[in-house]
T-cell receptor, first 114, second 112 residues
């Protein structure tokens, strides 16, 4: 079965520190990849997505992610985090354009200390 | 546009009770899905639909039923609630050819 793994369950950083959150998936076919963010008490919002083309994708709020096909990875990065980035981050995969069928990772809770 | 609307936002049920979580979208999206979110487990797909009249099971379908009589609505039914169904439920919709999902605000369900 397809699966998505996020390596870090809880990350604590100080403001201005750099961030990298790991995401690996298990499916070898055509994939679309996403990072979603969930701020406390809110619903999920899309940070960025990869469908094809340049494997380095840029999203909102200074986030970026790199798709490395050989490693089945799609890691999220931000050079300098802010307190307002405190949230839970989810990696998700859609396989073979199967509409409505996103497979999510377990989530990574990010706490940024002011 | 309202986007994806879920009701209710909060619900407490007794074991064995039934209820329906409502989900409506006004974006004319073909695809709709239901997820449950539990601590440390991310979001798990319960059921999804690729269009009116068509539904399919996701990762954790047991104990839940769905139907899709219109493009706009995708209700989730709990036939006999169990404490294991205590969770936060999210509905999502997507447009054909664009797999970016738009999520509702969630329903926090507690079964006692």
């Amino acid at each position: 079965a397809q699966s998505v793994s996020q390596h870090n369950h809880h990350v604590i950083l100080s403001e201005a520190a750099s961030l990298e959150l790991g995401c690996n998936y298990s499916y070898g076919g055509t994939v679309n990849l996403f990072w979603y963010v969930q701020y406390p008490g809110q619903h999920l919002q899309l940070l960025l997505k990869y469908f094809s083309g340049d494997p380095l994708v840029k999203g909102i709020k200074g986030f970026e992610a790199e798709f490395i096909k050989s490693k089945f990875s799609f890691n999220l990065r931000k050079p300098s985090v802010q307190w307002s980035d405190t949230a839970e981050y989810f990696c998700a995969v859609n396989v073979n354009n199967q509409g409505g069928k996103l497979i999510f990772g377990q989530g990574t809770e990010l706490s940024v200390k002011p | 546009n309202a986007g994806v609307t879920q009701t209710p936002k909060f619900q407490v049920l007794k074991t064995g009770q039934s209820m329906t979580l409502q989900c409506a979208q006004d974006m004319n999206h073909e695809y709709m899905s239901w997820y449950r979110q539990d601590p440390g487990m991310g979001l798990r797909l319960i059921h999804y639909s690729v269009g009116a009249g068509i539904t399919d099971q996701g990762e954790v379908p047991n104990g839940y039923n769905v139907s899709r009589s219109t493009t706009e609505d995708f209700p989730l039914r709990l036939l006999s609630a169990a404490p294991s169904q205590t969770s936060v439920y999210f509905c999502a919709s997507l447009r054909w050819g664009n797999t970016e999902a738009f999520f509702g605000q969630g329903t926090r369900l507690t079964v006692v």
